[in-house]
Every structure is written in C-alpha cells, then in structure tokens.
C-alpha cells in the first residue's frame, strides 16, 4: 500500500541533510536545499534556462511561475490554457509551453518573457509532450483513446509549417512521451505511458525531418507504468523511470533490451533527467518517508539524495546549465501544502 506523507518542509531539509550525509560513499552537498512555496494548483514540469527557472501548473492551471536561479519567485506567464510539457531552445532564449487544451503551443522570449509565436496544431490534437532537434520542434499529441501520435513543427520556414500524424503503426494509446539529444539530432524517442508493459520507440530522423521505421524494446524490457524518458547528450543512451522496476534503467538505444546500467530509487520512479554535459544523472521517485531525489554518475555511483517533504511530481527534475543545482517540484497529494520548488546543490564530482 502506498502510504502518502505530511511531513514539514523545515523536517524534509534537515532529514535531507542527514540521509545526505550518513548515506555511505555519498558527497555532501556544499549548501542546504532550499523550498520555495508556488501559487499552483498543481504542477506538470520545470525546465531551468540558468538564471531564471519556470514551472508549469499542469492542465488545471492558467500559469508558468517564472523563479531564479536560487528559486525566488519573479513573474509569472498568466492567462494560458493549460500549461503542460515546457521545452528550452538550445541558446535557452526561447520556452515552448504545451497548451493541450487550447490545441496549441506557445514560444516565449525567456528575458522578456514576452510571447513570440503561438502554433495552432489542429483541432483535437491535445499536444502534451515537446523535444527539439535543430529546427523541428516535435510534440507528442493525443486526447485519449488510442489517439496518440506524432507532430512536428519545421521552424525553418516561414511561416512555421506544422505536420501531424508521423507515425504510422506503434498505436500509442494517448499522447506519448518524447525526448531527443541536444548533441545529436537523427534520433527522437517516444514513449508510451500508461500501459504495462511499457514500450519505447526509437526513431531515426532522415532529410526534412522525415521519421523512419521505429525500433522498440524487448517485451517487458522497460517495465510498468513508464512515467518518464531521458536521453544522454549523445543520443545513444536511453534512460527510463517506470512505477517498476524500483531503479532507473540506462538501455543502448540501439538494442533496448538489456540494461547497460542501473541506478536505485526505491519505490514508484517517476523522473530521470541528465546533465547538459552528460555526467550525471538525476532520478526521482513517489516515495513514503524516503529520499525522493537521487543523484548518480552514469557508472552508478550515487553522489547525494534529498528528501522533499511531499511528493515528487512525474517528470518533475531539471538541472541547472552548469550542473551545479538540481530543480525539482513537489506537491501535497491532500492540499496542506502547496506546490514547492526545491533548489538541491548537487556536490561536484
């Protein structure tokens, strides 16, 4: 049965400090965490342009919170239908904001904070999930009801041409999680949720953003209940966070069969997020009075962990540019507390 927790952010900072440092093998970080309180009512992703941080409030919510890099509140994006999935250009210039339920996504300056375009991608589309690879923006749209699919937006043209349905036989159930690497981009990955066993598709990106046939993992290989989907720099490492089993899994994107390395959370994983520079990675679990946040070399030696207070929410972890802090965003599943933006200082090494 999984127990949920109540437990106060002031407790949750000092019992990360403890685990942190009683954790064998484990660096202590150079400052304690920080926890900010949001005025979400719920939360969908964080994405960190270094020095500002935004966090989307999720379908039920009007608003990103802009924060700063030391996660103190200063904007807010207001007035927009739904905000999910948030997606950084290489430079970090622009934000991209899923809007599912407007059937849309928005591109902000992240200085400005000024809108700059607003792409229309059909009715009933419902785009959830965002990845960049040069000038194609891909979303991942679907309503419900085995009506997922595959969009791209070419933003070398103008105007910006918009296209759907790019997969023609995987038969995602809704709309499904993408991923691609900020080194490489001939690859996207798409992830299928909510069903077990879960499936992952690799797919190689040809001339003019064409996608070719999809390769799919062993039977099983992944898992159940995938919440989450990461790639390393390269594009050659596909790391993955599934309600089982209790560890992030690392595959060769190539042959997603067998692990080529793992990395414990405990119960419920539910984010995985790599480093820009690649030599860490970040998984996040639901968990009951245990850490929440875990912090690995890609060889599987854990660097530090972090106990929230509340939970974690799927998907919910971004790392700063340099590596330096770790974001991640909780909420209370009884609404004691609000939506809170966790600062972590990642120790280096």
Do not use: K
């Amino acid at each position: 049965m999984h127990i949920r927790r109540g437990t106060t952010l002031a407790l949750a900072a000092l019992t990360a400090a403890l685990l942190t440092a009683a954790t064998p093998g484990a660096a202590q970080a150079a400052a304690a965490p920080t926890a900010t309180p949001l005025s979400l009512p719920a939360v969908s992703d964080v994405v960190s342009a270094g020095d500002r941080v935004f966090v989307s409030g999720g379908p039920s919510s009007t608003d990103v919170v802009v924060a700063s890099a030391t996660g103190a509140v200063v904007g807010t994006l207001s007035g927009l239908p739904g905000p999910s999935d948030l997606l950084l250009s290489a430079d970090r210039q622009t934000l991209y904001v899923a809007l599912p339920t407007a059937n849309a996504i928005a591109a902000f300056d992240t200085g400005s904070l000024v809108e700059s375009a607003r792409y229309d991608t059909g009715a009933g589309a419902c785009p959830s999930s965002l990845a960049l690879t040069g000038r194609y923006l891909w979303f991942g749209y679907g309503c419900g009801g085995w009506d997922g699919n595959i969009g791209r937006i070419d933003l070398g043209r103008q105007p910006a041409r918009v296209t759907t349905g790019l997969d023609t036989g995987s038969g995602f159930y809704g709309a499904p999680l993408l991923t691609a690497a900020s080194q490489n981009r001939s690859v996207l990955l798409a992830g299928q949720p909510g069903l077990s066993p879960a499936s992952v598709y690799a797919y190689a990106i040809g001339t003019g953003g064409v996608l070719g046939p999809p390769s799919t993992n062993d039977f099983m290989a992944i898992g159940s209940n995938l919440r989450d989907i990461a790639l390393d720099p390269t594009g050659t490492t596909l790391f993955t966070a599934s309600g089982a089993p209790y560890e992030v899994q690392a595959f060769p994107v190539a042959a997603i069969s067998t692990p080529s390395a793992t990395y414990p959370t405990g119960a419920y994983p539910n984010a995985v997020e790599v480093s820009r520079d690649g030599t860490r990675i970040a998984g996040g679990a639901d968990a009951s009075y245990d850490p929440d946040v875990f912090v690995f070399r890609p060889d599987g030696t854990e660097l530090a962990r972090f106990e929230l207070g509340d939970e974690l929410s799927s998907g919910a972890l971004a790392w700063a540019p340099n590596g330096a802090r770790l974001y991640a965003v909780s909420y209370d599943w009884t609404g004691a507390h609000p939506v809170t933006l966790h600062v972590l200082p990642v120790p280096a090494g």
